[in-house]
């Protein structure tokens, strides 16, 4: 039987919108900037909670007609404002904390990597690394850059290091800027090496395929201390990872938690929409400080039996928590005044058995 539609269903419909979304509003950011130009709606629950204040001195590192013009948002130099706030952080497992932006599509994520890598650049750390699911993305993290003004060479994946690699050493200008790899580059070999070595000599060597100092020559101290920026865009990439039973993780799982244990003070930033979806894929998030030396939970594993058995809605709570603290923000376009058609497609008998014998499929 049809539903009959009330008009005061309309009416319910948004009520019940607005309690579960509001309308983003920066209150970190007022007296400089232009407000995005989308419309742009953040969870009830998280806009109920302010970050924390934030003394970092942003606009020391980014141009100010970066700022004036436009080009970044004040929603997006909110971004930029608390992950370097976060990443000057040290967890108490020695490690550097991270940092979460778990926007949607259209609030510009690609353009907050882009802020964030400028002013490490500017402060000194003249290496980043852009890890992202596709390599065709390496024309998205270009334009990005380079509509922010940022003239760094963007070497696009790591197989350019080795066209660059000299007798003596790296070409001079791939020994800086912003390497844009895929994460299924990151766990491939080439000549017996790992693609995982080679990433991490040239981030804290600027050393291409001939490699980095060994050992001997106070590697360990570099690697322990290498402060840069490590960019996990699409970061949900790296969900599959069981703890104790690393045989049973995806390679890509292992390699993202290698790649965050060998570089100790790197400044890490998780990137997705669908990141906290599901607690059981955050065991890749290990700067977040949810679990280990310091927390309420000693590993992972126990910080996951605590979130199960809490349900469902203890999500939001923790998502709550992650903003509070000033490491995570999730914001998304609005559907406000978004309009839809229905357009039915009746379907012959040919078609209608393509569709059964796919589903049996």
Known sequence: ?????DVGDEGLAESATKQVFSSY???TITDRGMPHPGDVAEASSLAAVPLPPSNYPLWDSLPPEL????????LQLEGILYACTKHCEMLPSGERAGFFIGDGAGVGKGRQIAGIIIDNFVRG?????WLSTSSDLHA?????LRDLGCQLTIINNVAALDRESRALGLAKEYREGVLFMTYSTLISQVKG???LQQVIDWLVFGAGTNGGPTAGDGAASALSSWDGLIVL???HKAKNFVPGKEAASTKVASAVIALQERLPRARVLYCSATGVSEVGNMAYMVRMGLWGRGTAFGDFQTFLDSMRRRGVSFMEMLAMEMKAEGKY???GLSFREAEFTEVEAPLNEQQIRMYDNAAKV
């Open 1 to 5: 039987m049809a539903a009959t539609v």
């Open 25 to 27: 509003v920066c209150r």
């Open 67 to 74: 700022v004036s013009s436009g080009k970044l948002s004040t």
């Open 125 to 129: 750390r003249k290496r980043s690394l």
């Open 140 to 144: 998205d993290a270009t334009r990005d």
């Open 193 to 195: 090496r790992s693609r």
């Open 233 to 235: 865009d699409e970061c």
């Open 329 to 331: 923000v999730a914001r």
